[in-house]
């Protein structure tokens, strides 16, 4: 399987931040990599896929960047409405696998 | 706009097999022959974990972490697919969601999640 490591676990910010969460794979994925938000009691929802491309009805305050091992998810002004969970996923060979999250608190 | 929503009991016994549907609403499963339609579930304060998926041919692929506990199937004329997963314990009990899987398999489309306790 293919094991995907973020970091940091969390992290604290102030209003206005430009704040940076990365993973990485323990194998090239090229640029198979999804990024998701998760609000508490919410269910996932995609930002980000194939490793740069915004989904529809995101915020360009979102950004992805990054391929084979190494990505990035930026927020390029936190706000208290960007509180939440964020994971990434690669979808480079199955099992899909998921990052354990960074937690974002302002 | 497609909504998705899981269903089923939320506690299981020890042992036995946890069953869950996932009903799709405001399209159809084969409006995208390349979709597919999985399940991921998430133990408290924890991360998510891909079980299985499978398109609306039937065409399946699981975790193999799980493979040998997990039945993923699919209900066309109904709308809806399913998960079974046999031989609980208390290390399943999680989040379940339901999701779409798009042709390039990241997860584009979530239901809202059901919470499965595994009792003994």
């Known amino acids: 399987d293919i094991q995907m490591t973020q970091s940091p676990s969390t992290l604290s910010a102030s209003v206005g931040d430009r704040v940076t969460i990365t993973c990485r794979a323990s194998?090239?994925?090229?640029?198979?990599l999804a990024w998701y938000q998760q609000k508490p009691g919410k269910a996932p929802k995609l930002l980000i896929y194939?490793?740069?491309a915004l989904e529809n009805g995101v915020p360009s305050k979102f950004s992805g960047g990054g391929s084979g091992t190494e990505f990035t998810l930026t927020i390029s002004s936190l706000q208290p409405d960007d509180c939440a969970t964020y994971f990434c996923?690669?979808?480079?060979?199955?099992?899909?696998?998921f990052g354990q999250g960074t937690k974002a608190e302002v | 706009q497609l909504h998705l929503q899981e269903s089923g009991p939320g506690l299981v016994k020890s042992s036995e097999t946890l069953s869950l549907t996932c009903i799709v609403s405001?399209?159809?499963?084969?409006?995208?022959?390349?979709?597919?339609w999985g399940w991921v579930r998430q133990p408290p304060g924890k991360g998510l974990q891909w079980l299985g998926s499978?398109?609306?041919?039937?065409?399946?692929y699981f975790n193999p972490s799980l493979q040998s506990r997990v039945t993923v199937s699919v209900d066309s004329s109904k709308n809806h697919f399913s998960l079974s997963l046999n031989s609980v314990t208390a290390a399943d009990t999680a989040l379940y969601y339901c999701?779409?899987?798009?042709?390039?398999?990241?997860?584009?489309?979530w239901g809202q999640g059901i919470l499965v306790t595994v009792s003994s």
């Open positions: 194998q090239s994925i090229n640029t198979w």
């Open positions: 499978i398109n609306h041919g039937g065409n399946t």
């Open positions: 405001g399209g159809s499963l084969s409006d995208n022959p390349y979709s597919y």
């Open positions: 194939k490793a740069s």
């Open positions: 999701a779409r899987l798009t042709v390039t398999r990241y997860f584009d489309l």
């Open positions: 996923q690669q979808y480079s060979a199955p099992p899909w696998t």
